[in-house]
């Protein structure tokens, strides 16, 4: 049984930060690339960042890089997404995820589990 549980999504301001939070249970992810996705209302899911089990490789999508920052803590079993300049683009579902194998991997198909998702809203 493994269950992802995100949290501190919520509402900002256009400019404002949040910071992502993934907890994981049932299963040790360290051996294991991170992932994290956003879909927004009537697109599809859309990748934003992913590391690797080392922490020392990171990626991001186009509309992201620059602004977010992945990182991980294998001690907690916990991954992080740190949003800065949010913009009411941002506005999504967004999505933790354990992929399958101990890169990156920018592909919704590399990933074995999910977590349910947390609403960041940003408005201008």
């Known amino acids: 049984q493994v269950q992802l549980v995100e949290s501190g999504g919520g509402l900002a301001q256009a400019g404002d930060s949040l910071r992502l939070s993934c907890s994981a249970s049932g299963r040790t992810f360290s051996p294991y690339g991170l992932g994290w996705f956003r879909q927004a209302p009537g697109k599809e899911r859309e990748f934003v960042a992913t590391?690797?089990?080392?922490?020392?490789?990171?990626s991001y999508g186009d509309f992201v890089k620059g602004r977010f920052t992945i990182s991980r803590d294998n001690a907690k079993n916990t991954m992080y997404l740190q949003m800065n300049s949010l913009k009411p683009e941002d506005t999504a579902v967004y999505y933790c995820?354990?992929?399958?194998?101990?890169?990156?991997?920018?592909?919704?198909?590399?990933?074995?589990?999910w977590g349910q998702g947390t609403q960041v809203t940003v408005s201008s």
């Open positions: 995820a354990i992929g399958r194998h101990s890169g990156v991997m920018t592909y919704r198909h590399s990933y074995n589990y």
């Open positions: 590391i690797n089990a080392g922490g020392g490789r990171t």
